[in-house]
């Protein structure tokens, strides 16, 4: 078990991708908190975990929230005494809306979960990672913040801002033992992609498991030698196929 004795921490754990990261870190042999704003699904992964004969607990909170976020983090140290891996995979998206579109709460909205909530909970896990002189974080970008698209431009300036946040980061924690990388997706198979493109799945997307690979290389020892990069996963749906995902305005 690449995993066996580490503490994970998974945000937007209980769904797509999150719920994958959740489910294959378990069976990696690592102690997960299942984190979401949704209590009921986040105990459902929990379930399964404790079904498969691994550990894991549930946590609701908003990682907009810099007081949910302290209480993450005071909650997973109370049941596990450290934290050894973070995984900022919680991110909220819109339909197609254009600039002139977009209100100012739909983009604060987007800018707080994705961008803020990245920085809230790195600045909760990290003092703890120092202390103990190692960690592994993960953070999440996506295709969308290496390429600009018409009616994306909060998701995607926000994603965009984490690659340089991420290299940051990783230069300010690394003499601590700390590594921190982004995965950057490209289009995978998740309500959050139903629920903006209306229900149309591109034929490339890819299964969220097929990310969760990727974050257990970057949790385990074997990415020892990697920090401060952004690696693209964007799978058959790489823009140097000739295929990228559907950001067409909705008729």
Known sequence: MRLANKVAIVTGGSRGIGRAISLSFAREGARVAVVSRNKKLCDEVVTRILKEGGEAISIQADVAS?????????????KYQHIDILVNNAAVNLPYRTVAELTLDEWNQIIGVNLTGTFLCCHAVVPQMIAQRSGRIINFSSLGGRIAAAGRAPYRSSKAAIINFNGCLAAEVKEFGINVNTICP??????????????????????????????????????????????????????????????????
């Open 66 to 78: 810099e007081a949910d976020v302290v209480k993450m983090v005071e909650q997973t140290k109370g």
């Open 186 to 251: 490209g289009a995978v198979e998740t309500d959050m992609l139903s629920e903006i493109t209306g229900g149309e799945i591109p034929k490339h997307a890819m299964p969220p498991e097929e990310i969760a690979k990727v974050a257990i290389f970057l949790a385990s020892d074997e990415s020892s030698a990697i920090t401060g990069t952004a690696i693209d996963a964007f799978g058959p749906g790489n823009p140097l196929f000739g295929v990228s995902p559907s950001v067409r305005r909705p008729k």
